[in-house]
């Protein structure tokens, strides 16, 4: 990709990275913002690759690309992307996002409190920035609507037989397993182990779906 300048602002979420896109690259087609990912996805990876791969990313990076809104209530849109997929709605992405956004003026900081009204490919998203002294000090998000999908279903997890899992949507899926149920104490002595359980779950459901 000699010759290209893309701009990235870095920016993280309490330790979680979620730098964000300013300049470089155009959006994507799409009549709607999901469209628009899914067009990111397909035809432009290599962005995300180039930012996310060796040796100028890692797998505990996330980034952000900002996109014109496809709709009249949104303030600006984006795209999100991760080390393995594109997902329709984070929340450390949103808050690396919305702070990106005020700390440079790509959109007007209001001090004590600035409401955005983000275009994401989950939903629509407000977010409520808590300003001062021309920093954004916090951010607080009202998510995308969410639902339980499914209640005390059993999946197969390697080494702990079948497991309750419960199965819920907040602008992705996920699988909630209790840890306390299968032996830990969830201290930080158990955090490797806990990482490693984490995954089991994860490439069980896909593989069963």
Same mark, same amino acid.
């Given at each position: 990709?000699?010759? @290209? %300048?893309?701009?990235? $602002? ?15 690259? %155009?959006?994507?087609? !799409? ?6 990912? @899914? ?11 180039? /930012? *996310?791969?060796?040796?100028?990313? &890692? ?6 690309? *900002?996109?014109?809104?496809? @709709? ?19 929340? &450390? =992405?949103?808050?690396?996002? #919305?702070?990106?956004? %005020? ?12 409401? /955005?009204? /983000?275009?994401?490919?989950? !939903?629509?998203? +407000? ?10 000090? &916090?951010?607080?998000?009202? =998510? #995308? ?17 079948? $497991? ?10 996920? !699988?909630? #397993?209790?840890?306390?149920? %299968? ?5 930080? &002595?158990?955090?490797?182990? /806990?990482?490693?359980?984490?995954? +089991? ?9």
């Amino acid at each position: 990709m000699a010759g @290209r %300048l893309i701009s990235v $602002v870095g920016c993280h979420a309490e330790g979680e990275v979620g730098d964000v896109i300013v300049g470089g690259v %155009l959006p994507p087609q !799409g009549r709607t913002m999901f469209d628009k990912m @899914r067009t990111m996805e397909r035809e432009h990876d290599h962005i995300r690759r180039i /930012l *996310l791969c060796e040796p100028r990313g &890692s797998v505990i990076r996330h980034v952000n690309l *900002l996109v014109p809104a496809t @709709r009249p209530d949104c303030d600006v849109g984006a795209i999100i992307m991760e080390p393995t997929e594109y997902v329709p709605m984070s929340g &450390s =992405n949103t808050i690396c996002i #919305v702070t990106v956004l %005020l700390e440079t003026g790509i959109v007007a900081m209001r001090e004590p409190q600035t409401i /955005l009204m /983000l275009d994401m490919p989950g !939903g629509v998203v +407000r977010a409520t920035a808590n300003c001062r002294d021309g920093k954004c000090v &916090s951010v607080e998000f009202e =998510n #995308v609507p969410c639902f339980v999908d499914r209640l005390d279903a059993e999946i197969q997890v390697e080494g702990f037989g079948r $497991v309750p899992i419960d199965v819920a949507y907040g602008g992705m899926f996920f !699988g909630i #397993v209790d840890a306390k149920m %299968l032996g830990f104490e969830i201290v930080p &002595s158990e955090a490797r182990a /806990l990482a490693d359980l984490g995954e +089991r779950p994860e490439r069980e459901i896909g593989e069963e779906g």
